[in-house]
């Protein structure tokens, strides 16, 4: 990817990451670092995050994905790289 292009970062989190606040810990942290997207719990119990931004500051959510919140226990990571997909407009929590 070129410097400033936008990236996407997609991500499933394994472990026990349902029930411990996971999403909403997410999205604060990628508000933070200005990025948009979303984030679901999946079936299966893992948790779904489609983020999209500058390429450093979805490598800054991916090291804080994991380890995840402190109630988090992340036992394995995702993950898929790629240019910008579809835009979003903010960073949301999917039921």
Same mark, same amino acid.
């Given at each position: 990817?070129?410097?400033?292009? /936008? +990236?996407?970062?997609? +991500?499933?989190?394994?472990?026990?990451?349902?029930?411990?606040?996971? $999403?909403? !810990? /997410?999205? !604060?942290? +990628?508000?933070?670092?200005?990025?948009?997207?979303?984030?679901?719990?999946?079936?299966?119990?893992?948790?779904?995050?489609?983020?999209?931004?500058?390429?450093?500051?979805?490598?800054?959510?991916?090291? &804080?994905?994991?380890?995840?919140?402190?109630? +988090? $226990?992340?036992?394995?990571?995702?993950?898929? &790289?790629?240019?910008?997909? $579809?835009?979003?407009?903010?960073?949301?929590?999917?039921?």
């Amino acid at each position: 990817m070129e410097i400033g292009e /936008t +990236a996407q970062l997609e +991500a499933v989190v394994y472990g026990q990451v349902q029930g411990v606040y996971f $999403r909403l !810990h /997410t999205r !604060h942290k +990628a508000l933070g670092l200005g990025l948009v997207g979303y984030v679901e719990n999946r079936p299966d119990g893992s948790v779904h995050v489609l983020a999209q931004g500058e390429e450093d500051d979805l490598r800054s959510l991916l090291a &804080w994905l994991q380890h995840g919140p402190d109630l +988090a $226990r992340v036992t394995a990571v995702d993950v898929t &790289w790629s240019r910008t997909g $579809r835009g979003y407009a903010r960073f949301e929590v999917h039921e």
